[in-house]
């Protein structure tokens, strides 16, 4: 099993960031899939979530209006496009694959949100 991240980097306040994460070794299209992020003396905190089936989500309130989370089935990857990021935005970003009793993560892409 793995998950792979990708995209993460340096970007000016008010820039964007697509990141991706690449999912093997599982059925992806029926694991739940979410990003989230943990800034350094900080919690890990939940970004985005997007379901299995339906392909609902879910945003947190710091993110809502400026992220948008979507996965692709026939690629095995998940998406998270950032937009109007701020430094608070600066984490590390860790892709999630849940479903029953399986929790998968991945190793986490850096985003530095600074002028």
Not at 12 to 26: E, I, K, N, V
Not at 85 to 91: G, H, R, S
Request: net charge positive.
């Amino acid at each position: 099993v793995q998950l792979v991240e990708s995209g993460g980097g340096l970007v000016q306040p008010g820039g964007s960031l697509r990141l991706s994460c690449a999912a093997s070794g599982f059925t992806f299209s029926s694991y739940h899939m979410r990003w989230y992020r943990q800034a350094p003396g900080k919690e890990r905190e939940l970004v985005a979530a997007i379901s299995s089936l339906r392909g609902s989500t879910t945003y947190a309130d710091s993110t809502k209006g400026r992220f948008t989370i979507s996965r692709d089935n026939a690629k095995s990857t998940v998406y998270l496009q950032m937009n109007s990021l701020k430094p608070e935005d600066t984490a590390v970003y860790y892709c999630n694959a849940r479903y029953q009793f399986n929790d998968y993560w991945g190793q986490g892409t850096q985003v530095t949100v600074s002028s």
